[in-house]
């Protein structure tokens, strides 16, 4: 059974920044890209960035273009993902997933991903 656990969510002011975690379990996470994805209340869930399977490609949204970076460590099982300069736009749920296929690309689609985490919530004060 996969398993995705993130932190590192909190309160945070304008300007600030937070670092999130994603820990996986249950099976071979190098493997797999990840994403990285939030939502707001009333909002679908969006795409914001990620990474494949060996760390050498990265895609993000353009709304966090320059601001956010997504990292993983294989050898500790966990995707990172960076976030300066938050705006209260950045506000919401966060959740990691994990990609459908092995040794995959980076993806934006929901439905590209098959594992997800069960959030963690981000808030950005103005």
């Known amino acids: 059974q996969v398993q995705l656990v993130e932190s590192g969510g909190g309160l945070v002011q304008a300007g600030g920044s937070l670092r999130l975690a994603c820990a996986a379990s249950?099976?071979?996470?190098?493997?797999?890209?990840m994403g990285w994805f939030r939502q707001a209340p009333g909002k679908e869930r969006e795409f914001v960035a990620a990474?494949?399977?060996?760390?050498?490609?990265?895609y993000y949204a353009d709304s966090v273009k320059g601001r956010f970076t997504i990292s993983r460590d294989n050898a500790k099982n966990t995707v990172y993902l960076q976030m300066n300069s938050l705006k209260p736009d950045d506000m919401g749920v966060y959740y990691c997933?994990?990609?459908?296929?092995?040794?995959?690309?980076?993806?934006?689609?929901?439905?590209?991903?098959?594992?997800w985490g069960q959030g963690t919530q981000v808030t950005v004060s103005s």
């Open positions: 249950g099976r071979t996470f190098i493997s797999y890209a």
């Open positions: 990474i494949n399977w060996s760390g050498s490609s990265t």
């Open positions: 997933a994990s990609d459908k296929t092995m040794y995959g690309s980076t993806h934006s689609r929901v439905d590209e991903y098959e594992h």
